[in-house]
């Protein structure tokens, strides 16, 4: 068994971007076990996301026509019952949070390892070894794994597959139990709209946990009046309900694109990444000279955020 | 109704650390509860003062070092915690997740509760998969990343929200007996007060080996070996201005003005 059953995710009739990363990483896997790459494509208008995931390098394209959108009980059955027809070798879904909704229960039932939001893989015809990250991105590890498995791959870490392919488009007759159905989605609501659009902004001063505080904000809103910024933030400064959740910039937040982001006590985990990495020049400040937002910024000030921000204050009050 | 609530402590790690083998060296190593199991506690305890909860127990795998931390749990307002430890775990690198899935699911099977409780992932290995992992298993229903519960739990249904990415939210009913995994802000967990230290000395916490709760060693063999652990090459190509905090500010004002983002 070496072939490689990847998994699209789509959502609102949209397929999402890591659908055409996963033909990538499937490929590569599939060429090093020299197996076949099949993609499941599943709920939804799957014929047409069938057309559109044809590119290059996908072998056989399995539409699953169930319902509109996710449900992690269709796509666990449908999913197993795909692993049982094809025999692949490794099975891989995106680390997203739809996938990390299915993929654990797809490797419980099929009794297979799991190895979750993997960001390089490598197979030598025995033994996988999946790159990972470990302490919010201080480290990376390596981990090996022999036989089958269940893998989630993190977005935007491979390259998205393109040209078109010719792959055979067949339609699953995957005996979807209704019963063994035990969550229902009921609609889709977007969050943090209000007064703000931090998307619109060209200058953000965005601040992270290192503010520690939330009477320490004031300095930070200081510096943004000073600049005539827009004030933006990481996940834990919204989560601790100093900032509303318009102001979050990430994975689960907004998605910025200014011209400057000043990155203040924030150490750059991926979901944060994920909001701001477009973004045309990034300044961090920061006391960790090896915090991950040290890899995207463009300048660096490696000092303490409370005696940083009070002079560039003076800077631009004057 | 009882709420099991899956807690771990976790790894935190200082700024300039060393790596020994396939760890962080000991002296550059913390320890604190994880950051979702926190809101997780938290959501337990509110479903408690609400009167929909009678019991909520706190479950954690971790040797004894770690009841300082768990403790915490107690702290904010769970009425007793299960510990499960054995020597054949004192040497796993890296306790994978069907082991974890095998050992909760004991514990789990062992205490019944109505709707289980845990973090959308662990910080220090980031795995995020072991909630539904043991919902599978033990034949639950499920949901991850949850950022809200309605506390009604009406006809034994939970109403969530999903966070999804983008800043969209899914809004799913989950038949219960389900495990959720609960993402943070769902909630603003409490400190612990004073009294909840004390109170919570005093509180059981059981120690359970793998054949306490039937467990055969063979079945948590970790499939997944960690091999290497390092430091990632820095991609940094970025400008690290140096000096005094007044010179680096006055590099970032210029570098704003000649941007022209900034007056
Ligand atoms: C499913 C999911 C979705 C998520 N979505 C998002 C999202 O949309 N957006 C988001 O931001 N996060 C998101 N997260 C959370 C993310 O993983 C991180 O936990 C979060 O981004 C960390 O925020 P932070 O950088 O502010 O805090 P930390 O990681 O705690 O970093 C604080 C930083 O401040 C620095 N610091 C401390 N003190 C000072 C000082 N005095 N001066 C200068 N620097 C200092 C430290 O060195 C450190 O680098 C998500 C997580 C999950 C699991």
Redesign the interface.
């Known amino acids: 068994m070496t072939d490689v059953l990847a998994v699209a995710d789509h959502?609102r009739g949209e397929l999402?971007d890591v659908s055409y990363e996963i033909i990538t990483a499937g490929r590569q896997l599939a060429d090093e076990t020299g197996g076949d790459l099949h993609l499941a494509v599943i709920s939804g208008t799957v014929d047409d996301f069938a057309d559109k995931l044809n590119r290059e390098g996908v072998d056989a394209i399995h539409t699953v026509s169930h319902g509109e959108e996710f449900n992690?009980d269709v796509y666990?059955q449908a999913v197993t019952q795909l692993y049982d027809e094809l025999a692949p070798q490794y099975v891989l879904t995106p680390?997203?949070?739809?996938g990390?909704?299915?993929?654990?229960?797809i490797?419980?039932?099929l009794d297979l390892?799991?190895?979750?939001?993997t960001i390089d893989l490598d197979n030598d015809g025995e033994t996988l070894?999946a790159t990972?990250?470990?302490?919010?991105?201080?480290?990376?590890?390596?981990?090996?794994?022999?036989?089958d498995a269940v893998v989630t791959i993190r977005g935007a870490e491979w390259p998205a597959a393109e040209g078109t392919g010719d792959a055979a488009i067949e339609a699953f007759d995957a005996d979807i139990d209704e019963d063994a159905i035990?969550?229902?989605?009921?609609?889709?609501?977007?969050?943090?709209g209000g007064d703000v659009d931090i998307s619109e902004a060209?200058?953000l001063v965005s601040v992270g946990r290192g503010i520690e505080e939330e009477e320490n904000l004031d300095l930070i809103r200081d510096l943004a009046d000073a600049?005539?910024?827009t004030l933006s933030s990481s996940?834990?400064i919204?989560?601790?309900?100093w900032l509303p959740?318009n102001r979050q910039v990430g994975?689960?937040?907004?998605?910025v694109t200014?011209?400057?982001y000043?990155a203040i006590g924030i150490s750059g985990a991926v979901q944060h990444v994920a909001g701001m990495k477009g973004s045309d020049?990034i300044?961090?400040i920061n006391?960790?000279?090896?915090?991950?937002i040290?890899?995207i910024?463009?300048?660096?000030?490696?000092?303490?955020l409370f005696?940083?921000?009070?002079?560039?204050i003076?800077?631009?009050d004057e | 109704m009882k709420i099991l609530v899956t807690v771990k402590e976790v790894a935190t790690v200082e700024d300039e650390f060393e790596i020994d083998g396939t760890e962080i060296a000991d002296q550059y190593l913390g320890a604190d509860l994880n950051e979702w199991d926190d809101y997780a506690i938290e959501e337990a305890v509110q479903l408690q003062e609400d009167g929909i909860a009678d019991e909520v127990v706190a479950v954690t795998i971790g040797p004894e070092d770690c009841e300082q931390t768990i403790r915490q749990a107690l702290a904010k307002g769970a009425d007793r915690a299960v510990r499960v430890w054995d020597d054949a775990l004192e040497d796993v690198d890296l306790l994978d997740v069907n082991a974890k899935t095998e050992i909760l699911s004991a514990v789990i099977e062992e205490e019944d509760p109505d709707l289980v409780l845990s973090g959308v992932q662990a910080g220090d290995d980031s795995f995020a998969a072991t909630g539904v992992s043991v919902a599978e298993n033990i034949g639950f229903q499920w949901g991850a990343v949850v950022n809200h519960l309605e506390h009604d739990l009406d006809d034994g249904v939970a109403s969530v929200r999903r966070e999804l990415e983008g800043g969209v939210e899914e809004l799913t009913n989950i038949d219960l007996p389900a495990v959720l995994t609960i993402q943070t802000g769902i909630n603003e967990p409490r400190y612990a007060s004073l009294r909840g230290i004390r109170q919570a000395q005093q509180k059981p916490m059981d120690v359970k080996a793998l054949a306490d709760i039937g467990v055969d060693e063979s079945t948590i063999e970790t499939e997944l070996e960690l091999t290497d652990m390092y430091e990632p090459e820095s991609e940094s190509d970025a400008t690290f201005w140096e000096g005094s905090a007044e010179e680096t500010a006055s590099e970032l004002g210029e570098l704003l003005r000649d941007k022209g983002v900034a007056q």
């Not at chain 1, 229902?184 to 977007?190: A, D, K, P, Q, W």
């Not at chain 1, 910024?297 to 303490?304: N, S, T």
């Not at chain 1, 005696?307 to 560039?312: A, G, H, K, N, T």
């Open positions: 959502r999402r992690h666990t680390n997203s949070v739809n990390l909704d299915y993929a654990p229960a490797a419980n039932q390892p799991v190895v979750t939001d070894v990972r990250e470990m302490y919010g991105g201080k480290v990376e590890t390596t981990n090996q794994l022999e036989g035990g969550s229902t989605v009921n609609g889709f609501e977007e969050v943090g060209d200058l600049l005539g910024a996940r834990p919204v989560d601790n309900g959740k994975q689960s937040g907004k998605v200014p011209d400057v000043i020049t300044v961090a006391t960790d000279p090896n915090a991950p040290m890899d910024a463009d300048y660096a000030i490696v000092d303490d005696d940083v921000v009070p002079e560039l003076e800077e631009f």
